[in-house]
């Protein structure tokens, strides 16, 4: 990286979530080693990641200081795990939500691994005490759960297994930071952590209003993006209850017997099949089919929209 000493290497898995961090590491000026246990894999994500971050560069979007080919020289790729953790300082594991093969995979590097590097998962809900579980390095283990895509949104939560050491932790969230995500710690380990138990409440009840008849689908998903998601893209809940009246006191005395009899009124957890499945199902394929060139058209465009927003989010926000 331009005035200063080199960064020490990271490592990474090789498939959609490992190619983002991968360029996100890069765009910090940090060196990165891909593996895959298949090599073709490897070869794949290095392709991919130069077509992406050619078409960024050319959208304006390319993050970092550093130009493509900048970029693209401090990404790598290897074939013999031990090569790929030989001097780093974090790893970065991204293999499928599968909590046997993450595990599998922590012991074989648990048995290869140095005393001073981070291993992190990008588990979206495995508990870090079930991943890292009987290894001697889980001091220095914690899920580091990114948000999908990565690139565009810089959402990361810090979950440390209980026994995780508190260095541990600050030291991935000063990484994080450094290469312009936005780190936060979760104080202890629960399921879903703190991202999917909000999603999960949204999607239970966005649901229910659906399946009872209340609002139909495409009515649901605009309360949430011309609605709620509006001013959820800049401040959080708790904040805007702050702001929507005279601080959290006053919201809490003015609106707190509302909210207590509306919340009493949720039903049940939905099964989410049978005919509300089908219901939801095909309202959404009228607006984006399911056949799998629409879905990567629609994932296109809203991986751009992200890009703007957070365009627009460097600019008004104070960093």
């Known amino acids: 990286m ?11 898995l090789s498939g959609l979530i490992g190619r983002s961090w991968a360029m996100l590491f890069a765009a910090g000026g940090i060196p990165v080693r891909l593996y895959d246990v298949d090599p073709r894999q490897v070869t794949g994500a290095l392709d991919n990641i130069r077509k992406e971050m050619t078409l960024l560069a050319q959208s304006g979007s390319l993050k970092g200081a550093l130009s493509v080919e900048e970029q693209l020289s401090l990404i790598g790729g290897c074939s013999d795990i031990r090569e790929a953790v030989e001097g780093a300082v974090h790893i970065q594991e991204c293999v499928p939500e599968d909590l046997e093969l993450k595990q599998q995979l922590f012991a074989q590097l648990d048995g290869i691994m140095d005393d001073d590097v981070v291993l992190s ?3 979206s809900c495995l508990l870090p005490s079930k991943l890292f579980a009987g290894l001697a390095h889980r001091k220095q283990c914690l899920v580091a759960h990114p948000v999908n895509p990565p690139y565009y949104v810089p959402l990361v939560e810090l979950v ?3 026994e995780t050491a508190p260095a541990t932790v600050d030291r991935t969230h000063a990484l994080m930071r450094k290469i312009g995500q936005s780190p936060v710690r979760i104080m202890k380990e629960i399921d879903g952590f703190a991202l999917n138990r909000l999603q999960y409440a949204i999607i239970s009840e966005a649901w229910r209003l659906v399946e009872e008849g209340v609002v139909s689908p495409g009515d649901l998903d ?16 708790l904040e805007t209850m702050h702001l929507n009246a005279e601080g959290m006191l006053s919201y809490c005395d003015r609106y707190s017997e509302g909210m207590r009899r509306v919340l009493k009124t949720f039903g049940p957890i939905p099964e989410f099949s049978g005919a509300a499945a089908e219901k939801v199902h095909q309202a959404m394929c009228v607006k984006v089919p399911d ?13 751009g929209c992200l890009m703007r927003l957070a ?9």
């Open 160 to 162: 440390p297994h209980p």
């Open 222 to 237: 605009l309360v949430m993006s011309e609605g709620l998601g509006m001013r959820y893209a800049f401040i959080g809940p």
């Open 291 to 303: 056949d799998p060139a629409h879905l990567a058209a629609r994932r296109e465009w809203r991986d």
């Open 2 to 12: 331009p005035g200063g000493p080199p960064c020490p290497r990271s490592l990474r």
């Open 121 to 123: 998962s990008s588990s």
């Open 311 to 319: 365009k627009l989010k460097s600019q008004v926000q104070p960093q």
